[in-house]
Nanobody
Framework: QVQLAESGGGLVQAGGSLRLSCAASGRTFSSYAWFRQAPGKEREFVAAIRWYGGGTFYVDSVEGRFTISRDNAKNTVYLQMNSLKPEDTAVYYC????????????????WGQGTQVTVSS
């Protein structure tokens, strides 16, 4: 069974940091991404990474603050989020696909259940 399991969300003050994890099981994926959805807003692309080669891509609003990375041995992708702002508050979703053509913004065939990130001012 293919699964993407996110973890690491929580409540943090503005200026703080969080690291999200996305552990994959059941399949090898070539492209991974993080999306987020704030209340009342559409889902938004955040960052993407190629599993083979490690190329990365970010939405402008997080460039320089967020870093997406991978751990091949753990089959896990991370999103390190620094200098968090209240506008980063959202449910963050991990997405993945077997196709490298999904990099950077999709479409992605597999999705996690989401993890809540709340940044207080």
């Amino acid at each position: 069974q293919v699964q993407l399991a996110e973890s690491g969300g929580g409540l943090v003050q503005a200026g703080g940091s969080l690291r999200l994890s996305c552990a994959a099981s059941g399949r090898t994926f070539s492209s991974y991404a993080w999306f987020r959805q704030a209340p009342g807003k559409e889902r938004e692309f955040v960052a993407a990474i190629r599993w083979y080669g490690g190329g990365t891509f970010y939405v402008d609003s997080v460039e320089g603050r967020f870093t997406i990375s991978r751990d091949n041995a753990k089959n896990t992708v991370y999103l390190q989020m620094n200098s968090l702002k209240p506008e980063d508050t959202a449910v963050y979703y991990c997405a993945a696909d077997r196709s490298e053509r999904s990099y950077p913004v999709g479409p992605f065939g597999s999705w996690g259940q989401g993890t809540q990130v709340t940044v207080s001012s």
